[in-house]
């Protein structure tokens, strides 16, 4: 049965992801998808919360072409007096929810998520809780959570307060970051490293266990639905 037939078929799994830049991981995962890396497997939607981000190019530009959403969270509240952020995380949770997806990927996704996103997701997914929700984390388990977090593990070394950093992928929770690591990796820092040196080596360890860590969980789940 061809990768096509396959996927008309319904029985691969379907991939969403959420982006909020460039997209080179998501070009990563892009790439691994249908291959031994995450085999039997295709990404039916990118979403992103920012326009102009290159991601969404990237998988206009994937063969064949993948779907893609933006929802902004100014404009959702511009448009919508009244509304919330919270309501705002809701109706990104039904978009993704509209892609019938077996696992949800943050790659690079720069929104912080309320619970109440988690719950639509879990209520409305035939998997329920058990629908993996993972981020990618320039960081080691609960040191540095939230943003820049690369720029403060950086100066950090420099401040002779840590020795090296690292990279993880994570189940998402509403506590940023705090979620269970899927694969941690820990990254070198160099005492000639400057921190273009350091996010370098960082994004190349990133396109690696992205893929890993999604390819770990499908790998876990029970057949499509
Ligand atoms: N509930 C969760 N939401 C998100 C998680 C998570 O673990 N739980 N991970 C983040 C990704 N992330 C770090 O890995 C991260 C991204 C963005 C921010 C942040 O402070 N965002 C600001 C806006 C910043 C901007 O627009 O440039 C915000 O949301 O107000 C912190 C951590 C994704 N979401
Ligand atoms: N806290 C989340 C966070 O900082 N994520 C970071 O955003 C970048 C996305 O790059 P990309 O758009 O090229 O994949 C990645 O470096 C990732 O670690």
Redesign the pocket.
């Known amino acids: 049965m061809s990768s096509s037939d396959v996927a008309s078929s319904g029985t691969e799994k379907r991939i969403v992801v959420l ?10 995962l892009i790439d691994a998808c249908g291959t031994g890396s995450i085999p039997a497997a295709h990404i039916v939607l990118v979403f992103s919360n920012r326009k102009a ?3 969404l190019e990237r998988a206009r530009n994937a063969q064949p072409p993948i779907s893609t959403g933006y929802l902004a969270l100014v404009t959702y509240l511009k448009a919508n007096p009244g509304k919330t952020r919270i309501d705002y995380d809701i109706a990104v949770a039904k978009s993704v929810l509209e892609a019938k997806p077996d696992i949800v990927v ?5 929104h912080i998520l309320s619970a109440e996103f988690l719950e639509v997701l879990h209520e409305g997914s035939p998997r329920g809780r058990d629908l993996p929700i993972l ?5 080691l388990p609960g040191a540095f ?6 720029g403060r593990a950086y100066n950090a070394f420099k401040a002779g307060e840590i020795k090296n950093t690292g ?1 993880m992928v994570h189940r998402v929770v509403p506590e ?2 705090r979620g269970e690591p899927v694969v941690v990796r820990e990254v070198e820092i160099k005492e000639s490293d400057s921190l273009e040196d350091l ?1 370098g080596r ?2 190349e360890i ?2 690696q266990i ?1 893929v890993e860590a999604t390819r770990q969980v499908l790998q876990q789940q029970s057949p499509a639905r």
Request: hydrophobic fraction near 45%; glycine fraction near 14%.
């Open positions: 982006i909020s830049g460039s997209g080179t991981n998501l070009q990563a981000a290159y991601g943050l790659a690079g996704w720069m981020n990618l984390h320039p960081a959570d939230g943003a820049n977090a690369l990279v940023v970051d996010e960082v994004h990133e396109h992205i």
